[in-house]
């Protein structure tokens, strides 16, 4: 069975090479490794360590360049979004009546919530409030009738009455 070695020990082992304190040999026979394999990693290192300080600045500005584009390609996107949802505001605020713009409101979607909702389509922050204490009111008073008791309205729920 082949023994293989993680590129941390190697490293380690090249750079006690490179540093010339002992011999191949001594090191060969200290870390249990064939001196002809210590000779491979040392040429593999040398040759790989010239290829990163060449390429390492052309690489980077490279990526760069690169970021810099999309980051430019991102805020241009954002801007023609942007234009598009303020259009489309004003049109639909002057096209369509309020009670047409209220039925587009879906109260039930959790990824976009009802005061963004209710900016998109020009309505006011009162009809987002309105709606809330409602449409929770509504809740309440349809909840079975054991969650309440007889001394208080119907809609108050058993918690918050005060004995």
């Given at each position: 069975?082949?023994?293989?070695?993680?590129?941390?020990?190697?490293?380690?082992?090249?750079?006690?090479?490179?540093?010339?304190?002992?011999?191949?040999?001594?090191?060969?026979?200290?870390?249990?490794?064939?001196?002809?394999?210590?000779?491979?990693?040392?040429?593999?290192?040398?040759?790989?360590?010239?290829?990163?300080?060449?390429?390492?600045?052309?690489?980077?500005?490279?990526?760069?360049?690169?970021?810099?584009?999309?980051?430019?390609?991102?805020?241009?996107?954002?801007?023609?979004?942007?234009?598009?949802?303020?259009?489309?505001?004003?049109?639909?605020?002057?096209?369509?009546?309020?009670?047409?713009?209220?039925?587009?409101?879906?109260?039930?979607?959790?990824?976009?919530?009802?005061?963004?909702?209710?900016?998109?389509?020009?309505?006011?922050?009162a009809?987002?409030?309105?709606?809330?204490?409602?449409?929770?009111?509504?809740?309440?008073s349809?909840?079975?009738?054991?969650?309440?008791?007889?001394?208080?309205?119907?809609?108050?729920?058993?918690?918050?009455?005060r004995?």
């Amino acid at each position: 069975m082949r023994k293989s070695y993680s590129g941390e020990f190697k490293a380690k082992v090249v750079l006690e090479i490179l540093k010339e304190e002992k011999t191949i040999s001594q090191i060969a026979s200290e870390y249990g490794i064939h001196p002809n394999q210590l000779l491979k990693w040392k040429k593999e290192a040398i040759r790989s360590l010239a290829e990163v300080l060449e390429d390492g600045r052309r690489k980077s500005d490279k990526e760069k360049e690169t970021l810099k584009n999309k980051i430019q390609e991102l805020y241009a996107e954002i801007g023609e979004l942007t234009t598009k949802l303020n259009w489309l505001k004003k049109n639909l605020a002057l096209s369509w009546t309020r009670a047409e713009r209220i039925e587009l409101v879906d109260f039930e979607n959790r990824e976009l919530p009802l005061t963004v909702q209710a900016e998109m389509l020009s309505l006011n922050r009162a009809f987002t409030t309105s709606q809330y204490h409602h449409r929770r009111w509504k809740l309440l008073s349809s909840m079975k009738s054991t969650a309440f008791t007889r001394r208080t309205p119907t809609w108050v729920p058993v918690r918050l009455q005060r004995f």
